[in-house]
């Protein structure tokens, strides 16, 4: 009974001790039960805390022997990834605290998070996912300018070779309209593109 009497004793006084320290973000949803609106920086409003979740929580009759109930609900900014991160950080630090009364160091521990966390709009995960996909999509862009770069470089070897391939014909035309003269001794052994040079 005495137990049962310092328990109900202790959990007042942390009621008490909550509403004190966060005002208007507390507030009651029964006689050992209570909400906290959680945000990275207190009274800074939405312009500044992009990203808020409202701490639900009550107390077994045990408590603080026995873990608080509790769970979060999303206010804004946050992506379903990240308010799973954040519910295991409310589990481990309800299981960190077991034995004695905790909401104010789980509490603070949730808004150490959401400063961590606190991003604008276009900013979360989503948005990075968007930007690897981008980037992604980007490099393989690469490798196929790659790909056509060397066939850039196939395509002007070709022209060179045709080329060289004329120059030849025109020499060998040049030599039949001149009565078949034959190919000066200094240019013997040299190349059509060769010849056509010492020409010039």
Known sequence: MAAAAAALEEQANEL????????????????????????????????V????VRLHASFPAAYPDAPPA????????L??????ALRKELAAAVEEHAG?????????????WLQ?????????????????????????GGAGAGKGARGRRLWCG???????????????SHSHSHGGASTP????????????RARV
Do not use: W
């Not at 805390?49 to 808020?52: D, M, Q, R």
């Not at 509790?70 to 900014?77: H, M, N, Y």
């Open 16 to 47: 008490e001790a909550l509403e004190s320290i966060y005002g208007a973000y507390f507030s009651r949803e029964g006689p050992a039960a209570f909400a906290l609106l959680l945000e990275p920086e207190l009274d800074a409003g939405p312009k």
């Open 49 to 52: 805390n992009h990203v808020a």
């Open 70 to 77: 509790a769970r979060l609900s999303v206010e804004r900014g």
């Open 79 to 84: 992506q379903i990834e990240q308010v799973e």
């Open 100 to 112: 004695a009364p905790c909401m104010y160091a789980v509490a603070e521990r949730l808004r150490e």
């Open 116 to 140: 961590a966390h606190n991003e604008p709009p276009g900013s979360g995960s989503g948005y990075e996912e968007m930007v690897k996909r981008q980037r992604a999509k980007e490099s393989g």
């Open 158 to 172: 070709f022209g060179l070779a045709r080329e060289a391939l004329r120059l030849a014909c025109r020499g060998s």
């Open 185 to 196: 001794s200094h240019l013997a052994g040299t190349t059509a593109i060769d010849r056509h």
